[in-house]
């Protein structure tokens, strides 16, 4: 098979041609290779080839709705149990997997074949993939700006038609940031759906899930069918969908009432682009005869940012503590901006952390009465177009005072200095919207509905009331067939 061929075709496509015996998995795994080849160099997408796990794959009897295809993990709590696990962290780096996670074993039953792993910043911390270890990866539409974070590299790949789909997880919009960046699809499952084990219980107390970035919406349907489901290890039991969700595509949303705005508090004036890929989508969504007006916002974004942070600096204050435990580590194998975090998390109180997370009710009450009006809540997924690699560098002069700060053990300094706020702002303000779905465990969905005058993608964002997904499929499907956002592959001239 050759790639113009290949890049034909999505996953369930590709899965299609093996099945009526006109490709074998062995063919596709070759022009994923000979793909990933020309274009990597320009996106470092991939950080961990599996050659041998793949070979082994392709040469045995293969099952499932994905049979045959090649596909790629996150290098982040989606561990093959004797490949390696890097997290992005030089500490970790070459450390082997002990154990297969189950959402790795269930792409595996669905018959995927894995052949290496993405990059992702250190921890999965940043909305940009620029970790220390493997350096940073590259949006395919412009080498010059980011793919987003935290699964970036999946995105990049999937972008650039290295593979059709490809593993992610989202945190704080990890799946949905990169599908905005690069032009593609991207779900992140309500909390529970997705399993976490065996090793973990709930990544991030719940907020983080596993998912994948795709091209199209009835990948990303089949892709939830194949992993939705309770484990051993799960805390409760969600219910899953009575039937697939690749089975509803096709059947009518129904008209919904659905609410937009790109009001943020993290941003007094949002991005023009952002404002005319809402505006654009509404307009559309009123053509298929949906009911949508303007809302104010049904949350407070800057308290429950703030929130969300001091939560998340903690865990990095465990993390640390626990690597550096268990390897015999110093600082040094971690990035400095990991160790700020890390600081911040340790100067936090116990009572700071408990009402951080007691106001988890607080925002979730409001999104709830926010979906006793409406079906779907309808956002910009970036602030801004994406942005250049290393806009969100520590400035030099930054970096020797925080060094300073952590060699003498006073950063307690950096919470007068209004680290925090700094942090909030910067690490925010160009991807505001989305932790709102992670805080409240709600459903929420990525659609590439908008694109720049420079071309560069902008995705918006709907999130769901509780075990919508289906409704989120569908409703993306009905976009997807009005408005067909497939466009050329970037970096064909590579092929």
């Given amino acids: 098979m050759d790639v113009e061929e290949y890049l034909r075709h999505d996953g369930l496509g590709l899965a299609e041609l093996v099945a009526t015996g006109q490709v074998t998995p062995s063919e596709l795994l070759e022009t994923a290779r000979t793909r990933a080849k020309a274009v990597n160099p320009a996106i470092n997408a991939i950080v961990a080839w599996l050659d041998d796990h793949a070979d082994q794959r392709v040469a045995g009897e293969l099952s499932g709705p994905f049979a045959g295809v090649p596909f790629l993990l996150k290098d982040l709590h989606q561990d093959l149990a004797g490949t390696v696990s890097n997290d992005g962290c030089r500490a970790l780096a070459g450390r082997t997997a002990r154990k ?26 940043k909305g940009v993939t620029e970790p220390d270890l493997f350096g940073p ?15 970036g590299g999946s995105a990049a790949a999937v972008a650039a038609g290295i593979l059709p789909v490809a593993a992610a997880s989202d945190g704080g919009g990890s799946i949905r940031i990169p599908a905005a960046c690069n032009g593609l699809v991207g779900l992140k499952a309500g909390r ?21 970035i795709s091209r199209t919406v009835r990948d990303s349907a089949a892709m939830f069918d194949a992993l939705v489901g309770p484990e051993p290890m799960s805390p409760y039991v969600t219910a899953s969908p009575e039937r697939p969700l690749l089975e509803q595509l096709d059947e009518a949303p129904g008209k919904l009432r659905i609410g937009y705005t790109t009001r943020c508090a993290l941003r007094e004036q949002p991005h023009p682009e952002a404002v005319r890929a809402v505006e654009r989508s509404a307009e559309l969504l009123t053509e298929l005869g949906h009911e949508v007006e303007e809302v104010e916002p049904p949350h407070d974004d ?30 040094d194998g971690f990035e400095l901006d990991t160790l700020v975090m890390a600081a911040l998390g340790r100067a936090t109180g116990g009572i700071a952390l408990h009402d951080a997370q007691e106001r988890r009710r607080e925002h979730v009450a409001a999104l709830a009465d926010f979906h006793a009006r409406y079906d779907l809540l309808l956002t910009p997924t970036l602030g801004e177009p994406p942005i250049e690699v290393g806009s969100l560098d520590t400035p030099p002069a930054l970096r020797s005072v925080v060094k300073a700060l952590l060699k003498t053990r006073t950063t307690r300094v950096l ?81």
Avoid at 192 to 207: I, K, R, S, W
Avoid at 310 to 329: N, S
Avoid at 456 to 484: D, N, Y
Wanted: proline share 8%; charged share 20%.
């Fill in 100 to 125: 297969t996670d189950t959402v790795v074993q269930r792409w595996l039953d669905a018959g995927l074949v894995i052949f290496g792993k993405t990059n992702t910043p250190e921890f999965g911390s």
């Fill in 137 to 151: 990866s590259r949006n395919p539409w412009d080498t010059r700006r980011t793919p987003g974070g935290s699964s």
């Fill in 192 to 212: 529970g759906m997705m399993p976490t084990g065996p090793v973990e219980t709930e990544q991030f107390l719940g907020m983080a899930t596993n998912g994948v």
């Fill in 302 to 331: 800057r308290r429950l940012g703030r929130d969300f942070l001091l939560m998340w600096f903690v865990r990095q204050a465990a993390d640390v503590e626990r690597i550096k435990r268990e390897t015999g580590c110093g600082d």
């Fill in 415 to 495: 919470k007068l200095l209004g680290t925090v706020e700094q942090i909030v702002d910067n690490s925010l303000r160009w991807v505001p919207y989305t932790q709102l779905a992670n805080l409240t465990g709600r459903p929420a969905i990525s659609l590439p509905l908008h694109r720049t005058d420079a071309n560069l993608p902008m995705g918006v964002q709907f999130v769901g009331a509780p075990r919508s997904e289906g409704l989120l499929l569908r409703l993306a499907r009905q976009l997807e067939v009005a408005a067909p956002w497939t466009m050329p592959t970037p970096l064909l001239e590579a092929a």
